[in-house]
């Protein structure tokens, strides 16, 4: 849903992943984020929109029981903490790009990169009519009538329910 609005307001996302977080070489995962920073803001001072997308942030930045503090987490949440309150710095291309996070629990960000005026929490939870445009468009039909049916017998489901029942079956629907 993220990269569709990014679509939809013509931003190119330029993406970290949480696999680009890790490292067997301390420090490795902060450089690859400083020069995607820089790789975003060079082409935003060249007029295209973009913005910077980390996937499933809370899965290596988390604090979760067993974690254990390793060097390049700890170097991440000090670098993101750094950019959202300089991000126009020139370590990090000079021009300020909007950073978006997925996660499914950002509860487990460290705090202080979670405080106001450093990150803005926004849950979305699609409606009913929301729902039966993602399953039409995860259905690529052209008529979004089946798909409102579909999400109508459901209606307490997630999309991701209708996103893993369409890739189970994808091919008995085709």
């Given at each position: 849903q993220l990269e569709e609005s990014l679509r939809q307001?013509?931003?190119e996302p330029v993406h970290i992943f949480a696999g680009d977080m890790e490292s067997f070489d301390a420090g490795q995962?902060?450089?690859?984020?400083?020069?995607t920073l820089a790789r975003a803001a060079a082409a935003r001072?060249?007029?295209v929109p973009t913005a910077l997308v980390i996937h499933d942030i809370d899965t290596t930045l988390g604090e979760w029981d067993q974690n254990t503090g390793t060097v390049n987490h700890q170097q991440l949440l000090s670098e993101l903490m750094s950019y959202a309150d300089q991000p126009s710095?020139?370590?990090?291309?000079?021009h300020a790009t909007?950073?978006?996070v997925t996660a499914n629990d950002l509860?487990?960000?460290?705090?202080?990169?979670r405080r106001s005026q450093r990150m803005s929490v926004f849950q979305w939870l699609p409606t009913e009519g929301e729902k039966a445009k993602i399953v039409a468009?995860?259905?690529?039909a052209p008529n979004g009538d089946i798909a409102a049916r579909v999400v109508a017998q459901f209606p307490d489901?997630?999309?991701a329910f209708f996103s893993e029942g369409i890739g189970r079956h994808r091919e008995d629907l085709y």
């Amino acid at each position: 849903q993220l990269e569709e609005s990014l679509r939809q307001c013509n931003t190119e996302p330029v993406h970290i992943f949480a696999g680009d977080m890790e490292s067997f070489d301390a420090g490795q995962p902060t450089v690859h984020l400083i020069e995607t920073l820089a790789r975003a803001a060079a082409a935003r001072s060249e007029g295209v929109p973009t913005a910077l997308v980390i996937h499933d942030i809370d899965t290596t930045l988390g604090e979760w029981d067993q974690n254990t503090g390793t060097v390049n987490h700890q170097q991440l949440l000090s670098e993101l903490m750094s950019y959202a309150d300089q991000p126009s710095h020139a370590r990090y291309g000079g021009h300020a790009t909007p950073v978006f996070v997925t996660a499914n629990d950002l509860g487990k960000l460290y705090a202080p990169l979670r405080r106001s005026q450093r990150m803005s929490v926004f849950q979305w939870l699609p409606t009913e009519g929301e729902k039966a445009k993602i399953v039409a468009a995860l259905l690529d039909a052209p008529n979004g009538d089946i798909a409102a049916r579909v999400v109508a017998q459901f209606p307490d489901r997630s999309v991701a329910f209708f996103s893993e029942g369409i890739g189970r079956h994808r091919e008995d629907l085709y």
